[in-house]
């Protein structure tokens, strides 16, 4: 399966370590088996900041409640 995507400028970091890019570049297919999980984006002036929720917290330490 495969899925069509857009690439970004370089990924970069502010000095509160929010990841952003300032634009957005080509469009591709990809292998679908590449692809981790998704992510959103907000965008605040010329920047889009990446809103990553499965990364946003270390869950190492929390209890497993199954």
Do not use: P
Request: charged share 30%; aromatic share 16%.
């Amino acid at each position: 399966m495969l899925a069509y995507v857009q690439l970004t400028s370089k990924v970069m970091e502010d000095e509160y370590e929010c990841k952003y890019f300032t634009q957005f570049k080509s469009k591709e297919f990809i292998d679908v088996r590449c692809i981790d999980h998704c992510v959103g984006f907000a965008k605040i002036g010329s920047k889009y900041f990446i809103i990553d929720k499965e990364n946003a917290f270390d869950d190492a330490n929390w209890e497993n409640l199954e």
